[in-house]
């Protein structure tokens, strides 16, 4: 016996033992199963096929599990569907459970803001909570495995798929990353209300040439390193179990057959030990990159390269003749183990099953539905406000909501809407109905169904909306705009709604636009000339209230653009973060870095949203100037709010190198914090950066931290910073 005095010291002993002892157990259960595999049952652990889009399983997929020939399915949910397809496969000889995946991106059946919209929170609590919601009730319905975060930095607004990330930033989106990851995972992934995570498109699926989704991208090695790696590195570093290469080929080698990404960077650099499942269909589209002539030849390029689980297709189990010499058994028993640890890992063959009551109590349960309500009003983002037009006047008692998105409940829970149900979406009309009950009046005439590229309904409602104290025009894009397979040559609004807007503006009357979009939209008239724009994206399930609680003043916005609006689709790339010049920009120059035809400036800059009252962030202040190059950068601001209503600032802090050996950024975001301050008041807020983040990679492939000047910029957006210089040695 242990004497007590010893037992605080001895408990994380024990428990490591224990863990370890438990690994060694999972190890040689492993192996035991492996060895009792015929070479067809292996390569079936290594298939992951597709349920149909509504959750159900196919009969030859049932007949594949029924022949031990199966290690999992995507999109078959509930544990109705899935107990289905796991008893065939237990009632097998080896008894392996099945893994249950799905997309699961923002929500299961409780729907939370598109992961863009949430990154403009900037709330990484709140992403994390989002996501842990989402794998519980994910996991009540039997689904183990996500296919998410999306890490992707996305930089050109055409690319649909931009909806799916945390936007242009590198440092935000690895903040977002690795939160989501903490989300579906927590501290144990078998536990019943957590999930597998897989980040995804491992790399450089957002640097799409042309912003075409699928397309190849080409992009340095020292920009994957510096831009697109690190957001995937967080994701592995919070403990995201499994990765999906990009379908898109990198400088020339498609992903999915690029040994150089997924051994010699993942496997052997990073010390990645999880599973690498392709995207859809991604082998067998080898041979549409022409780097396989035949679907067997693909199965067995993408086993060489690194793959463990092909997503959809059979290549890997129809080269099963390739596959018999000595160094392809020894890399098909490789990948088979790692499905195995994984499913054991998950706790499945402990708990192959789920549990429908369960699955009833967390479905849309009121905890989740009131967060999705708070994330929707914290991914709001106030573009403009002349003359506090908003929040709506208590004196407006007659309210008209006109537009096409003002109750399409399909657009609001967006694209990747996992099991989610337009039905159960409270639109922004249904909101403010309920908000006013009797004590006001709404005025809508349904749009009917708005999917699609334009909208009809009878009348535009206008007409009607002459009557209104306040106008609310709900335009923007519809959900299946964005997304993937959804990339635009054009960024400008869908056909009639500018003017919508414009016949609006003409009422003389106060309004203001309510604008939802996955993307960045060139939206210059409203920008110059509506009196207010209140960005929400796609606000999930509880949008409409979340949003209405922003109109109507309750919630104080908050949000900040995690990417840049620019003035025209020419204009792209256009980021916070450009590069220096040999000539930079100079208005009155015309032999400068610039287009003759249109301003250098975005639209609306990344970091930037407005709220209800005012904050006045201090320069930066620091006890010292220089800092030691293995040490930290530390300073304060102090907040302060000015206006008469309490209200959340989100701080950024931007650097720039002033003198490099290579071209560095003007300004890149290396921290932020979000912080509440009220009315009148001000809070200080302190701020450490590792001066190791403050390098860069060379084209040799080394990372350095170079000594010298640094400019040290803080402020409430990208564009609107106060600065300091500061010196590493
Ligand atoms: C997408 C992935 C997704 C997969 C499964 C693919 O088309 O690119 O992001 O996880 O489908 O639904």
């Not at 099991?419 to 006001?440: H, K, N, W, Y």
């Not at 206008?462 to 025009?473: G, P, S, Y």
Request: charged share 20%.
């Amino acid at each position: 016996m242990i004497p007590p005095r010893f037992l605080c010291l001895a408990l994380p002993l024990l428990f490591a033992a224990l863990t370890t002892a438990r690994g060694q157990d999972v190890e040689a259960k492993v192996e035991e199963i492996l060895s009792k595999l015929t070479l067809e049952e292996k390569l079936g652990q290594l298939r992951l096929v597709d349920g149909h889009a509504g959750g159900g399983w196919k009969p030859q997929h049932r007949y594949l599990a029924q022949q031990g020939l199966l290690g999992g399915t995507f999109n078959v949910r509930g544990t109705g569907p899935t107990g289905e397809m796991q008893r065939a496969a237990l009632a097998t000889r080896h008894k392996i459970p099945l893994v249950f995946a799905f997309d699961v991106v923002h929500g299961y059946r409780t729907i939370f803001p598109v992961p863009l919209g949430e990154a403009a929170s900037w709330d990484l609590e709140l992403a994390e909570k989002c996501a842990a919601v989402a794998a519980k009730e994910a996991r009540s319905a039997n689904v183990s495995w996500t296919f998410a975060p999306m890490a992707d930095i996305a930089r050109d607004p055409r690319w649909g798929r931009i909806v799916e990330g945390a936007g242009e930033d590198t440092v935000l989106t690895s903040a977002f990353t690795a939160a989501r990851v903490r989300g579906f995972q927590g501290n144990n992934i078998a536990a019943p209300d957590r999930m597998l995570s897989c980040l995804k498109h491992f790399a450089g699926s957002g640097a799409a040439e042309g912003g075409r989704d699928y397309n190849i991208a080409e992009v340095s090695v020292r920009s994957l390193r510096e831009t697109h790696f690190p957001p995937f590195l967080a994701g592995l570093a919070a403990g995201a179990g499994s990765i999906m290469p990009t379908f898109s080929a990198i400088d020339g080698v498609p992903a999915t057959s690029n040994p150089w990404l997924l051994q010699d960077v993942l496997r052997k650099e990073w010390g990645f030990n999880g599973v690498v499942v392709t995207d859809y269909d991604a082998v067998g589209q080898l041979a549409n990159h022409r780097v396989a002539a035949t679907y067997p030849a693909a199965g067995l390029l993408a086993l060489q390269s690194g793959i463990t689980i092909e997503m959809w297709g059979s290549c890997m189990v129809e080269a099963e003749s390739m596959m018999k010499t000595p160094a392809n058994l020894k890399l098909v028993d490789e990948a088979v183990r790692n499905v195995l640890r994984m499913k054991f890992k998950l706790g499945l063959f402990d708990k192959p099953f789920g549990d429908p009551a369960r699955e009833k109590a967390a479905l849309l349960n009121p905890d989740h539905l009131k967060l999705t309500r708070e994330a929707a009003s914290k991914a709001c983002v106030l573009l403009k406000n002349e003359g506090n037009t908003l929040p709506i006047p208590a004196s407006a008692k007659k309210i008209a909501i006109v537009g096409p998105l003002a109750d399409d409940r399909t657009s609001l829970i967006g694209s990747w809407s996992g099991d989610g149900r337009p039905e159960d979406a409270v639109t922004l009309v249904d909101a403010v109905r309920d908000r006013l009950g009797a004590s006001g009046t709404v005025i809508h005439e349904s749009a009917g169904n708005a999917s699609g590229f334009s909208f009809s309904r009878p009348s535009d409602g206008v007409e009607a909306a002459k009557d209104a104290d306040f106008v609310l025009v709900v335009i923007g894009e519809t959900a299946d705009m964005s997304g993937e397979a959804a990339s635009k040559s054009s960024l400008d609004l869908p056909p009639l709604q500018l003017d919508l807007v414009q016949k609006v503006h003409a009422l003389g009357k106060p309004y203001a636009v309510v604008l939802m979009t996955g993307r960045p939209l060139t939206v210059g008239w409203l920008a110059e000339t509506c009196p207010a724009i209140l960005l929400t994206w796609f606000g999930g399930t509880m949008g409409g209230p979340g949003i209405a609680d922003v109109l109507f003043g309750d919630v104080n916005p908050s949000g900040k653009l995690p990417v840049t609006f620019p003035r025209s689709v020419g204009q792209i790339p256009l980021t916070y973060n450009l590069t220096p010049t040999s000539r930079p920009y100079r208005a009155d120059d015309k032999w400068t870095s610039k287009y003759t035809d249109i301003s250098s400036s975005p639209l609306w800059a990344f970091g930037h949203g407005l709220s209800y009252t005012d904050f006045e962030i201090s320069q930066p202040m620091s006890s010292q100037l220089r800092f030691p190059i293995d040490g930290k950068v530390t300073f304060k601001v102090s907040v302060k709010n000015t206006g008469s209503r309490d209200g959340d600032e989100i701080v950024q802090a931007y650097i720039r190198d002033d003198v490099a050996s290579i071209t560095r950024p003007n300004k890149e975001l290396k921290a932020f914090k979000r912080v509440s301050v009220p009315a009148g008041k001000s809070v200080m807020v302190d701020f450490e950066i590792p001066a190791k983040d403050l390098g860069f990679w060379t084209p040799k492939g080394e990372y350095v931290v170079e000594p010298g000047s640094f400019t040290l910029m803080v402020g409430d957006s990208s564009e609107s910073v106060q600065s300091a210089r500061f010196y590493l040695e």
